[in-house]
């Protein structure tokens, strides 16, 4: 989960900054972030439109310069020629439906996320689809690195 959030450094969004990395066969195949569309300039530069116009997070995704970073991910994937069937995608933030919607027709497996979003539709979908969808605890992998630190082994 490490990783996801080093990609979401990248991201130009003014509101949230969002990571995503398809994973198979413990492999990386593609990478991530929320952000406006090669070429075009980003809102870091010239503004939020959503925020001008006060649209709340959540709601009219349309109205939005930015791609999201699962929906790069899988193009990312897609214009390199890389299969990501039967992959596991890495999250920082659950999918929205519309992202959800790419997740299951792309064939992904697994949704591995460590925050939520409040979409009941996306949540509802992926697990119609058979998706098998975890939710990431910091908190516990920092409980087992430290019980596996303290171990010792003598000789």
Sequence with gaps: MDITHL??????????????????????????????????EHCLDIGCLRE???IPSGERH???????A??????????????ILGATLYCTNHPCIICSKMIINAG???VVYED????ALAKEMLKESG????????????TLRL?????????
Excluded: W
């Design 7 to 40: 990609v979401a450094k990248r991201s130009t969004c003014l509101r949230r900054q969002v990571g995503a990395v398809l994973v198979k066969d413990k492999k990386i195949l593609a990478t991530g972030y929320n952000g406006a569309p090669s070429r075009l």
């Design 52 to 54: 001008k116009q006060g």
């Design 62 to 68: 349309e109205l939005c310069r930015g791609l999201h």
């Design 70 to 83: 699962e929906q790069n991910a899988i193009i990312q994937a897609a214009y390199h020629g890389v299969a």
């Design 108 to 110: 992904i497996q697994k």
């Design 116 to 119: 939520g979003y409040a979409d």
């Design 131 to 142: 998706i098998k969808i975890e939710k990431f605890n910091r908190k516990k992998i920092k």
């Design 147 to 155: 019980k596996v630190t303290s171990l010792k082994f003598e000789v």
